[in-house]
């Protein structure tokens, strides 16, 4: 057990889950486009069609970039793992009595 009570594999788990929900964020983008348009529903909708497109392009934008982020910190959570593993290797010797 290493002395802040936390094991790299439990960052490297961790990293695991944010890596996993950032790709299924960035792969939704594409499922969030409504496949209707002004003319599919009829003329009442053609005055708030830009609306909704716009609310939906962004919603898509915004899944991506989070999706992007969630996968960044598994990255830097992977760097830290090993870092914090090397380095408890080379101090936990300094220890032994």
Same mark, same amino acid.
């Given at each position: 057990?290493?002395?802040?009570?936390?094991?790299?594999?439990?960052?490297?788990?961790?990293?695991?889950?944010?890596?996993?929900?950032?790709?299924?964020?960035?792969?939704?983008?594409?499922?969030?486009t409504p496949g209707v348009g +002004?003319?599919?529903?009829?003329?009442?909708?053609?005055? #708030? /069609?830009? @609306? &909704?497109?716009?609310?939906?392009? !962004?919603?898509?934008?915004?899944?991506?970039?989070?999706?992007?982020? +969630?996968?960044?910190?598994?990255?830097?959570?992977?760097? #830290? /793992?090993? @870092? &914090?593993?090397?380095?408890?290797? !080379?101090?936990?010797?300094?220890?032994?009595?």
């Amino acid at each position: 057990m290493s002395g802040f009570g936390v094991q790299s594999g439990d960052l490297t788990k961790v990293a695991g889950a944010y890596e996993a929900e950032g790709s299924g964020l960035i792969q939704m983008k594409a499922s969030v486009t409504p496949g209707v348009g +002004a003319g599919q529903v009829g003329r009442k909708f053609q005055g #708030v /069609a830009a @609306t &909704y497109k716009t609310f939906f392009d !962004q919603f898509g934008v915004s899944l991506e970039k989070f999706g992007k982020e +969630a996968t960044g910190i598994a990255t830097r959570l992977k760097d #830290v /793992a090993k @870092t &914090y593993e090397s380095n408890e290797a !080379q101090t936990s010797s300094q220890f032994k009595g």
